[in-house]
Nanobody
């Protein structure tokens, strides 16, 4: 499985961005996909994940502002980020695996290369 993240950039507080993560290889509709982020000097943290059923889970820090979705072919996952804040500045990584727990725990086997999001105040 290969994951390719894109869509990052430099925005101002309150702006929106949409990140994309395109998957290739042995991706199935049952594959769980999610997003993590890592700010400078900080550990990587969970942002959002989406199950096959369509259920989405979010970190408290992004609830109500970020939305994770997946295309009908189940090969691309998106992260719509609204009302961005400087605290959202980080490198964002997508992740995929067959287990919900693995993805949420940050121990996925498959990771994208990361895309930088910078929010200026």
């Amino acid at each position: 499985v290969q994951l390719q993240a894109s869509g990052g950039g430099l925005v101002q507080t309150g702006d929106s961005l949409r990140l994309s993560c395109a998957a290739s290889g042995r991706i199935f509709s049952s594959t769980v996909m999610g997003w993590f982020r890592q700010a400078p000097g900080m550990e990587r943290e969970f942002v959002a994940a989406r199950w096959r059923s369509g259920t989405a889970v979010y970190a408290d820090s992004v609830k109500g502002r970020f939305t994770i979705s997946r295309d009908t072919a189940k090969t691309t996952v998106y992260l719509q980020m609204n009302s961005l804040k400087p605290d959202d500045t980080a490198v964002y990584y997508c992740a995929a695996d067959s287990s919900r727990g693995t993805v949420v725990a940050g121990t996925s086997r498959y990771w994208g290369q990361g895309t930088q999001v910078t929010v200026s105040s």
